[in-house]
């Protein structure tokens, strides 16, 4: 893409999903210095983003439902560089649990990692921005559950509801500093080989989606390097829908039928 993003200093979490795998691909590619977070122990995802373009890779496996662990994690990154450039708070849960049978375990742990985790951690990387003079930006990464209620994910709903308005809040209190918060909404993609849909159900997903089509393994990346560049110096407390249009309405086979030119 070329925008501007070269020896950038970028932190994400959820490193090591399918989602973070995409993104840090996208930030490699531009020749990005990467600090990556993720549960698992140990990980390839540093090779895979050097092996990609990244100018440096940095990998720290970090509970983020511990706020110990979150504050270790935003130390080891002050003491490294001295300050973040971007934040991608990209690490989230989706378990399906429907409200009447959901314990207050469950509700906590999922509002913990969606929305406790970026609040504390956006607040660490706003500190080391404003402490070093840094305009950086921060993306969060948010959901179509945000603003359509789905059954099994109230809590899950809840959480991206909730990080839509933290995100527009940061905005308002870190523009004077300079310091940019957006959200990007990915749209349906067909899973993964960990995680594949049945093929059933992704044809009628297509058939709600304008564009006709599921979400490429770029798309929502793309979004997010736009945000994290200088050419969105100008853009905060928005959120940007990368879904083919569903949010916009329906488009029906009767409808497309309709819409053919004569």
């Known amino acids: 893409m070329n925008i501007a993003l070269g020896g950038s200093r970028v932190l994400i979490t959820g490193a090591t999903?399918?989602?973070?795998?995409?993104?840090?691909?996208?930030?490699?590619?531009?020749?990005?210095?990467?600090?990556?977070?993720?549960?698992?122990?140990?990980?390839?995802?540093?090779?895979?983003?050097?092996?990609?373009?990244?100018?440096?890779?940095?990998?720290?496996?970090?509970?983020?439902?511990?706020?110990?662990?979150?504050?270790?994690?935003?130390?080891?990154?002050?003491?490294?560089?001295?300050?973040?450039?971007?934040?991608?708070?990209?690490?989230?849960?989706?378990?399906?649990?429907?409200?009447?049978?959901?314990?207050v375990e469950s509700?906590?742990?999922?509002?913990?990692?969606?929305?406790?985790?970026?609040?504390?951690?956006?607040?660490?990387?706003?500190?080391?921005?404003?402490?070093?003079?840094?305009?950086?930006?921060?993306?969060?990464?948010?959901?179509?559950a945000a603003f359509r209620a789905k059954v099994g994910h109230g809590h899950y709903s809840t959480s991206k509801a909730g990080l839509e308005m933290l995100s527009k809040s940061f905005a308002l209190e870190l523009a004077p500093f300079g310091i940019r918060v957006n959200t990007v909404v990915p749209g349906f993609a067909p899973g993964s080989v960990e995680s594949a849909l049945p093929p059933e159900y992704t044809k009628k997903m297509i058939e709600t989606i304008p564009l006709g089509r599921t979400s490429g393994d770029m798309d929502a990346p793309a979004a997010i390097l736009f945000l994290a560049s200088p050419m969105a110096s100008f853009i905060t407390g928005t959120t940007v829908v990368v879904d083919g249009g569903r949010s916009a309405g329906i488009l029906s086979e009767a409808d497309r039928e309709h819409l053919m030119p004569l």
């Not at 490699?28 to 140990?42: D, F, H, M, N, P």
């Open 17 to 103: 999903g399918i989602v973070g795998r995409r993104i840090i691909q996208a930030f490699a590619a531009e020749g990005a210095r990467l600090y990556l977070t993720g549960q698992e122990a140990a990980s390839d995802v540093g090779e895979v983003a050097m092996a990609r373009g990244a100018a440096e890779a940095q990998y720290f496996c970090a509970d983020l439902s511990d706020t110990d662990e979150i504050l270790k994690l935003s130390r080891a990154v002050e003491q490294y560089w001295g300050g973040v450039d971007v934040l991608v708070n990209n690490a989230g849960l989706y378990p399906m649990q429907a409200l009447l049978s959901m314990t």
């Open 107 to 144: 509700w906590d742990h999922v509002l913990g990692i969606n929305l406790r985790t970026p609040f504390l951690l956006t607040k660490e990387v706003a500190r080391m921005m404003i402490d070093n003079k840094i305009k950086g930006s921060i993306v969060n990464i948010s959901s179509g």
